[in-house]
T-cell receptor
Framework: GENVEQHPSTLSVQEGDSAVIKCTYSDSASNYFPWYKQELGKRPQLIID?????GEKKDQRIAVTLNKTAKHFSLHITETQPEDSAVYFC?????????FGTGTSLTVIP | SAVISQKPSRDICQRGTSLTIQCQVDSQVTMMFWYRQQPGQSLTLIAT?????????ESGFVIDKFPISRPNLTFSTLTVSNMSPEDSSIYLC???????????FGSGTRLTVV
């Protein structure tokens, strides 16, 4: 089955700096890669996604890149704000089943 | 995206008992899934709830322990059977419309087994 690895597990940045979270996947058949943000005690919320026919996608301060050859994808958050503090999960999807990374706890220091 | 109502939101149960979690969606959805999230951990897929047929379980999860129903395209239940403290976790349902966008999660059920 699919194996998704995510790094780092924890990340602290100063407000205004950028944060990068990286994921790798094992199944070349995976073709959809969403990122979820989970605040403490709340459900995961989809923040951005990318399909395998696209190399990069951007939505305001958030961007995701995908390298299919290397089977890795990354989340980039620019101009971080304290409200960006949360746990972020990447996922790889094939046949509509999602397999999640282990999560990154992001802390933005004011 | 679909609006999901999941209940109960939390429960404390005695070991050896069973708990059924319900997931109601405000529109017909193609895909429904059940996940488990242990404290401080990632989300692990338990099974895909198939309408009109048996659920498809992931490795490590079995129907006897986690029976699932999906009687129609808007509703599903997950039962955690013969519970032990190791089953203490958050259980979440997730739905997708088949267009690969808008996969959303229910608010979760926080289960504590004592």
């Amino acid at each position: 089955g699919e194996n998704v690895e995510q790094h780092p597990s924890t990340l602290s940045v100063q407000e205004g700096d950028s944060a990068v979270i990286k994921c790798t996947y094992s199944d070349s058949a995976s073709n959809y890669f969403p990122w979820y943000k989970q605040e403490l005690g709340k459900r995961p919320q989809l923040i951005i996604d990318i399909r395998s026919n696209v190399g990069e996608k951007k939505d305001q301060r958030i961007a995701v890149t995908l390298n299919k050859t290397a089977k890795h994808f990354s989340l980039h958050i620019t101009e971080t704000q304290p409200e960006d503090s949360a746990v972020y999960f990447c996922a790889a999807s094939r046949f509509d089943q999602f397999y999640f990374g282990t999560g990154t706890s992001l802390t933005v220091i004011p | 995206s679909a609006v999901i109502s999941q209940k109960p939101s939390r429960d404390i149960c005695q070991r050896g008992t069973s708990l059924t979690i319900q997931c109601q969606v405000d529109s017909q959805v193609t895909m429904m899934f059940w996940y488990r999230q242990q404290p401080g951990q990632s989300l692990t897929l338990i099974a895909t709830a198939n309408q009109g047929s048996e659920a498809t379980y992931e490795s490590g999860f079995v129907i006897d322990k986690f029976p699932i129903s999906r009687p129609n395209l808007t509703f599903s239940t997950l039962t955690v059977s013969n519970m032990s403290p190791e089953d203490s976790s958050i259980y979440l349902c997730s739905v997708g419309t088949g267009d690969r966008y808008g996969y959303t999660f229910g608010s979760g059920t926080r289960l504590t087994v004592v």
